[in-house]
């Protein structure tokens, strides 16, 4: 099983950026679609954004397309979230996951299976 390691969260003003990470163990990282998921305070854990095991597909949420970009670098068992124009509304504690399909991951997140232990981004107004 896949163990994972988020981080890259902090304080931003909105409008800013940030740059998140997710470190993965084992040796068949690729073999994994990955994704990012949020939780506010209150709130469900919603899905962000996912990409396939060899990073050609990847999908977004609504309220971040076109703001938030999901890459990895399956030579360094890394994937990334890069968060651009934050809104207030973005914060949350980040986690990513990871699953063997990135149907799952989209439509399933109950069944995923590895889960980092989050990273907090907090957008101030």
């Known amino acids: 099983q896949v163990q994972l390691v988020d981080s890259g969260g902090g304080l931003v003003q909105a409008g800013g950026s940030l740059r998140l990470s997710c470190a993965a163990s084992?040796?068949?990282?690729?073999?994994?679609?990955m994704g990012w998921f949020r939780q506010a305070p209150g709130k469900e854990r919603e899905f962000v954004a996912a990409?396939?095991?060899?990073?050609?597909?990847?999908y977004y949420a609504d309220s971040v397309k076109g703001r938030f970009t999901i890459s990895r670098d399956n030579a360094q068992n890394t994937v990334y979230l890069q968060m651009n124009s934050l809104k207030p509304e973005d914060t949350a504690v980040y986690y990513c996951?990871?699953?063997?399909?990135?149907?799952?991951?989209?439509?399933?997140?109950?069944?995923?299976?590895?889960w980092g232990q989050g990273t907090q981004v907090t957008v101030s107004s």
């Open positions: 996951a990871a699953a063997t399909s990135w149907r799952t991951i989209v439509r399933d997140q109950a069944e995923i299976g590895a």
């Open positions: 084992g040796r068949t990282f690729s073999a994994y679609a």
């Open positions: 990409i396939s095991g060899a990073g050609i597909s990847t």
